[in-house]
Protein backbone atom coordinates (compact mmCIF):
# COMPACT_ATOMS: atom_id res chain seq x y z
CA UNK A 1 0.00 0.00 0.00
CA UNK A 2 1.52 3.69 -0.57
CA UNK A 3 2.16 5.13 2.69
CA UNK A 4 1.44 8.82 0.76
CA UNK A 5 -0.37 9.50 -2.59
CA UNK A 6 0.26 12.82 -4.19
CA UNK A 7 -2.84 13.54 -6.91
CA UNK A 8 -2.95 16.63 -9.00
CA UNK A 9 -1.42 18.85 -6.34
CA UNK A 10 -1.71 22.71 -7.61
CA UNK A 11 -0.71 25.54 -6.31
CA UNK A 12 -0.88 29.36 -8.05
CA UNK A 13 1.47 31.81 -6.83
CA UNK A 14 1.48 35.36 -9.20
CA UNK A 15 4.55 34.53 -10.65
CA UNK A 16 4.96 30.69 -10.30
CA UNK A 17 2.39 27.28 -10.63
CA UNK A 18 2.35 24.02 -9.34
CA UNK A 19 0.85 21.84 -12.03
CA UNK A 20 -0.90 19.43 -11.20
CA UNK A 21 1.71 17.15 -8.92
CA UNK A 22 1.58 13.69 -8.41
CA UNK A 23 3.35 11.01 -7.56
CA UNK A 24 3.02 7.88 -4.89
CA UNK A 25 5.45 6.75 -2.63
CA UNK A 26 5.02 3.07 -1.11
CA UNK A 27 5.95 1.83 2.45
CA UNK A 28 9.59 1.43 3.12
CA UNK A 29 11.00 3.06 0.40
CA UNK A 30 13.04 6.53 0.49
CA UNK A 31 12.11 8.71 -2.29
CA UNK A 32 14.37 11.89 -3.06
CA UNK A 33 12.69 14.75 -4.66
CA UNK A 34 15.32 16.74 -6.62
CA UNK A 35 15.00 19.83 -8.55
CA UNK A 36 16.40 23.10 -9.56
CA UNK A 37 16.12 26.23 -6.97
CA UNK A 38 12.52 27.74 -7.53
CA UNK A 39 11.14 24.72 -9.04
CA UNK A 40 8.73 23.73 -6.99
CA UNK A 41 10.09 20.97 -4.29
CA UNK A 42 9.11 23.36 -0.66
CA UNK A 43 5.84 24.58 -2.07
CA UNK A 44 4.74 20.83 -3.24
CA UNK A 45 5.59 19.65 0.67
CA UNK A 46 4.19 22.37 2.03
CA UNK A 47 1.37 21.64 0.07
CA UNK A 48 1.56 18.30 1.16
CA UNK A 49 1.38 19.43 4.65
CA UNK A 50 -1.19 21.73 4.24
CA UNK A 51 1.18 24.14 5.83
CA UNK A 52 0.82 26.27 2.28
CA UNK A 53 -3.23 26.27 0.94
CA UNK A 54 -3.08 23.67 -2.02
CA UNK A 55 -5.62 25.38 -5.25
CA UNK A 56 -6.81 21.86 -6.01
CA UNK A 57 -5.85 18.08 -5.59
CA UNK A 58 -5.75 15.40 -2.97
CA UNK A 59 -3.17 13.61 -0.72
CA UNK A 60 -3.86 10.42 0.73
CA UNK A 61 -1.49 9.44 4.00
CA UNK A 62 -1.34 5.91 5.00
CA UNK A 63 -4.51 5.06 3.21
CA UNK A 64 -6.85 8.79 4.67
CA UNK A 65 -7.74 11.73 2.92
CA UNK A 66 -5.20 14.06 4.64
CA UNK A 67 -7.14 17.38 4.37
CA UNK A 68 -10.41 15.13 6.32
CA UNK A 69 -7.95 14.14 8.96
CA UNK A 70 -5.17 16.29 9.39
CA UNK A 71 -4.75 16.18 13.32
CA UNK A 72 -4.77 12.70 13.14
CA UNK A 73 -2.35 12.18 10.43
CA UNK A 74 0.02 14.81 11.92
CA UNK A 75 0.98 12.40 14.78
CA UNK A 76 1.95 9.97 11.60
CA UNK A 77 3.92 12.27 10.09
CA UNK A 78 7.80 13.62 11.01
CA UNK A 79 8.45 17.34 8.84
CA UNK A 80 11.63 19.47 8.41
CA UNK A 81 10.82 22.43 6.65
CA UNK A 82 13.45 25.09 7.48
CA UNK A 83 14.77 23.98 10.63
CA UNK A 84 14.30 25.57 14.30
CA UNK A 85 16.13 28.68 13.91
CA UNK A 86 12.52 30.37 15.04
CA UNK A 87 13.53 29.89 18.95
CA UNK A 88 17.11 31.10 19.04
CA UNK A 89 16.93 32.38 22.34
CA UNK A 90 15.84 28.64 23.47
CA UNK A 91 17.48 25.68 24.81
CA UNK A 92 17.38 22.82 22.79
CA UNK A 93 15.38 21.13 25.94
CA UNK A 94 12.91 23.67 26.24
CA UNK A 95 12.29 23.36 22.18
CA UNK A 96 11.65 19.75 22.84
CA UNK A 97 9.20 20.39 25.79
CA UNK A 98 7.04 22.56 23.49
CA UNK A 99 6.93 19.97 20.44
CA UNK A 100 6.70 17.15 22.43
CA UNK A 101 3.03 18.45 23.96
CA UNK A 102 1.63 17.89 19.97
CA UNK A 103 2.57 14.07 20.16
CA UNK A 104 0.96 11.28 21.78
CA UNK A 105 3.45 8.98 21.21
CA UNK A 106 6.72 11.45 21.69
CA UNK A 107 9.51 9.07 23.20
CA UNK A 108 11.72 11.17 25.41
CA UNK A 109 14.03 7.96 25.50
CA UNK A 110 14.32 7.90 21.49
CA UNK A 111 14.83 11.78 21.59
CA UNK A 112 17.81 11.59 23.73
CA UNK A 113 19.20 8.99 22.29
CA UNK A 114 19.08 11.42 19.00
CA UNK A 115 20.68 14.33 21.05
CA UNK A 116 24.07 11.48 21.76
CA UNK A 117 23.75 10.41 18.35
CA UNK A 118 24.09 13.84 16.86
CA UNK A 119 26.44 15.30 19.87
CA UNK A 120 23.97 17.92 20.53
CA UNK A 121 23.61 19.64 24.54
CA UNK A 122 20.31 19.64 25.42
CA UNK A 123 21.23 22.89 27.89
CA UNK A 124 22.40 25.01 24.80
CA UNK A 125 20.39 27.72 23.16
CA UNK A 126 19.24 27.12 19.24
CA UNK A 127 21.38 30.45 18.20
CA UNK A 128 24.21 28.27 20.07
CA UNK A 129 24.21 25.56 17.04
CA UNK A 130 26.14 25.48 13.85
CA UNK A 131 23.84 24.85 10.98
CA UNK A 132 24.63 21.79 10.53
CA UNK A 133 23.89 21.08 14.13
CA UNK A 134 20.37 22.81 13.59
CA UNK A 135 19.46 20.60 10.96
CA UNK A 136 20.44 17.76 13.34
CA UNK A 137 18.75 19.05 16.21
CA UNK A 138 15.27 19.22 13.60
CA UNK A 139 15.86 15.59 12.35
CA UNK A 140 15.71 14.66 16.18
CA UNK A 141 12.34 16.36 16.73
CA UNK A 142 11.33 15.40 13.97
CA UNK A 143 12.09 11.55 14.27
CA UNK A 144 10.98 11.16 17.89
CA UNK A 145 7.36 10.14 17.90
CA UNK A 146 7.50 6.84 16.06
CA UNK A 147 6.49 8.67 12.60
CA UNK A 148 6.03 6.67 9.89
CA UNK A 149 6.27 9.04 6.78
CA UNK A 150 9.36 11.51 6.96
CA UNK A 151 8.80 14.67 4.85
CA UNK A 152 12.23 16.20 5.11
CA UNK A 153 12.93 19.72 3.14
CA UNK A 154 16.87 19.71 2.39
CA UNK A 155 18.29 17.81 5.62
CA UNK A 156 21.61 17.00 4.09
CA UNK A 157 21.92 20.67 3.44
CA UNK A 158 24.61 22.35 5.66
CA UNK A 159 26.10 19.17 6.90
CA UNK A 160 29.91 18.36 6.20
CA UNK A 161 30.37 15.41 4.41
CA UNK A 162 30.79 12.97 7.15
CA UNK A 163 27.88 14.25 9.27
CA UNK A 164 25.81 13.82 5.83
CA UNK A 165 26.67 9.95 5.34
CA UNK A 166 25.43 9.86 8.93
CA UNK A 167 22.31 10.95 8.36
CA UNK A 168 22.17 9.29 5.04
CA UNK A 169 22.73 5.62 6.64
CA UNK A 170 20.16 6.56 9.81
CA UNK A 171 17.42 7.08 6.91
CA UNK A 172 18.53 3.26 5.72
CA UNK A 173 18.14 1.75 9.15
CA UNK A 174 15.16 4.04 9.72
CA UNK A 175 13.25 2.38 6.23
CA UNK A 176 14.45 -1.06 7.28
CA UNK A 177 11.85 -2.74 8.92
CA UNK A 178 9.54 -2.06 5.86
CA UNK A 179 7.36 0.12 8.04
CA UNK A 180 8.35 4.19 7.26
CA UNK A 181 9.07 5.87 4.25
CA UNK A 182 11.10 9.05 3.66
CA UNK A 183 10.43 12.03 1.10
CA UNK A 184 13.43 14.39 1.17
CA UNK A 185 14.12 17.32 -1.18
CA UNK A 186 17.94 17.49 -1.88
CA UNK A 187 20.11 19.28 -4.74
CA UNK A 188 22.98 16.97 -3.39
CA UNK A 189 22.68 14.28 -6.25
CA UNK A 190 25.63 12.07 -4.60
CA UNK A 191 22.98 11.94 -1.71
CA UNK A 192 20.25 10.59 -3.99
CA UNK A 193 22.90 8.15 -5.09
CA UNK A 194 23.71 6.82 -1.83
CA UNK A 195 20.16 6.30 -0.72
CA UNK A 196 17.11 6.99 -2.26
CA UNK A 197 15.17 4.11 -3.96
CA UNK A 198 12.86 6.58 -5.99
CA UNK A 199 13.17 9.81 -7.12
CA UNK A 200 10.95 12.26 -8.32
CA UNK A 201 12.14 15.34 -10.25
CA UNK A 202 10.35 18.64 -10.52
CA UNK A 203 10.76 21.16 -13.06
CA UNK A 204 9.13 24.83 -13.15
CA UNK A 205 6.59 23.64 -11.29
CA UNK A 206 5.65 20.11 -12.74
CA UNK A 207 6.92 16.44 -12.00
CA UNK A 208 9.08 15.18 -14.79
CA UNK A 209 9.49 12.14 -13.81
CA UNK A 210 8.67 10.05 -10.66
CA UNK A 211 10.22 6.46 -10.83
CA UNK A 212 12.51 4.09 -9.47
CA UNK A 213 15.85 5.19 -9.34
CA UNK A 214 17.56 2.51 -11.70
CA UNK A 215 14.23 2.76 -13.87
CA UNK A 216 14.95 6.61 -13.79
CA UNK A 217 18.35 6.29 -15.13
CA UNK A 218 17.40 3.21 -17.63
CA UNK A 219 15.41 6.23 -19.43
CA UNK A 220 18.19 7.97 -20.40
CA UNK A 221 21.60 7.74 -22.08
CA UNK A 222 24.14 10.37 -22.40
CA UNK A 223 25.92 10.36 -25.67
CA UNK A 224 29.23 12.01 -27.19
CA UNK A 225 29.84 12.59 -30.40
CA UNK A 226 32.50 14.11 -33.13
CA UNK A 227 31.76 17.92 -34.45
CA UNK A 228 30.20 16.04 -37.43
CA UNK A 229 27.83 13.64 -35.85
CA UNK A 230 25.44 16.81 -34.46
CA UNK A 231 22.93 16.45 -37.29
CA UNK A 232 19.92 17.95 -37.12
CA UNK A 233 17.95 14.86 -36.81
CA UNK A 234 19.48 14.35 -33.23
CA UNK A 235 19.80 17.88 -32.52
CA UNK A 236 15.88 17.58 -32.05
CA UNK A 237 16.14 14.13 -30.27
CA UNK A 238 18.65 15.46 -27.55
CA UNK A 239 16.83 16.46 -24.27
CA UNK A 240 19.74 18.96 -23.77
CA UNK A 241 23.30 19.36 -25.34
CA UNK A 242 26.61 21.36 -24.94
CA UNK A 243 29.02 21.83 -27.89
CA UNK A 244 32.74 22.31 -27.62
CA UNK A 245 35.44 22.46 -30.40
CA UNK A 246 35.67 19.01 -30.75
CA UNK A 247 32.22 17.72 -30.68
CA UNK A 248 28.83 17.33 -28.04
CA UNK A 249 28.03 16.18 -24.93
CA UNK A 250 24.09 15.32 -24.90
CA UNK A 251 21.33 13.44 -22.92
CA UNK A 252 18.63 11.17 -24.84
CA UNK A 253 15.80 9.18 -24.22
CA UNK A 254 17.08 5.66 -24.90
CA UNK A 255 14.36 4.51 -26.58
CA UNK A 256 15.42 7.18 -28.77
CA UNK A 257 19.34 6.66 -29.37
CA UNK A 258 19.86 6.66 -33.10
CA UNK A 259 21.56 3.06 -34.60
CA UNK A 260 24.35 2.76 -36.84
CA UNK A 261 26.01 6.18 -35.69
CA UNK A 262 29.17 6.80 -34.76
CA UNK A 263 28.61 8.14 -30.80
CA UNK A 264 29.53 7.33 -27.90
CA UNK A 265 27.00 6.10 -25.61
CA UNK A 266 27.39 5.63 -21.68
CA UNK A 267 24.87 5.43 -18.53
CA UNK A 268 23.54 8.68 -17.38
CA UNK A 269 23.57 9.76 -13.77
CA UNK A 270 21.50 12.04 -11.75
CA UNK A 271 23.45 14.96 -12.35
CA UNK A 272 23.64 15.09 -16.08
CA UNK A 273 20.06 14.50 -16.21
CA UNK A 274 19.00 17.76 -14.12
CA UNK A 275 21.84 19.15 -15.86
CA UNK A 276 20.30 18.35 -19.54
CA UNK A 277 16.78 18.78 -18.84
CA UNK A 278 17.24 22.09 -17.56
CA UNK A 279 19.11 23.61 -20.58
CA UNK A 280 16.15 21.88 -22.48
CA UNK A 281 14.46 25.17 -23.02
CA UNK A 282 17.75 26.97 -24.10
CA UNK A 283 18.03 25.64 -27.73
N1 LIG B 1 4.53 32.70 -0.49
C1 LIG B 1 4.90 32.85 -1.77
N2 LIG B 1 4.39 33.81 -2.53
C2 LIG B 1 4.73 33.97 -3.84
N3 LIG B 1 5.61 33.17 -4.47
C3 LIG B 1 6.17 32.16 -3.74
C4 LIG B 1 5.85 31.96 -2.36
N4 LIG B 1 6.56 30.89 -1.92
C5 LIG B 1 7.30 30.46 -2.96
N5 LIG B 1 7.07 31.22 -4.06
C6 LIG B 1 7.68 31.06 -5.39
O1 LIG B 1 7.44 29.74 -5.84
C7 LIG B 1 8.56 29.26 -6.56
C8 LIG B 1 8.95 27.90 -6.03
O2 LIG B 1 9.55 28.08 -4.75
P1 LIG B 1 9.98 26.84 -3.85
O3 LIG B 1 10.51 27.39 -2.57
O4 LIG B 1 8.88 25.87 -3.78
O5 LIG B 1 11.17 26.22 -4.73
P2 LIG B 1 12.25 25.14 -4.32
O6 LIG B 1 12.28 24.14 -5.42
O7 LIG B 1 12.00 24.61 -2.95
O8 LIG B 1 13.58 26.00 -4.35
P3 LIG B 1 14.95 25.90 -3.49
O9 LIG B 1 15.66 24.70 -4.03
O10 LIG B 1 15.65 27.17 -3.84
O11 LIG B 1 14.58 25.78 -2.05
C9 LIG B 1 9.62 30.32 -6.50
O12 LIG B 1 9.60 31.04 -7.69
C10 LIG B 1 9.19 31.18 -5.34
O13 LIG B 1 9.59 32.51 -5.54
Not at 42 to 65: E, Y
Not at 182 to 210: P, R
Amino acid sequence: MDILSVHNLSKKYERFELKNVSFSLEHGYIMGFIGRNGAGKTTTLKSILNLVHADGGQVTILGQDFSRNELELKQKIGFMLGGTTFYPKKKLKTVADAVRRFYDEWDDALFSDYLTKFALDPDKKVEELSTGMQVKFALALALSHNAKLLILDEPTSGLDPVSRDEILELFQELIEDGKRSILFSTHITSDLEKCADYITYIKNGEIVASAEKDEFLERYKLVRGGTGALSGELRKKLIGYKENSFGFTGLIRAAELPQGQNLEVSPADIESVMIYFEKEQKQ
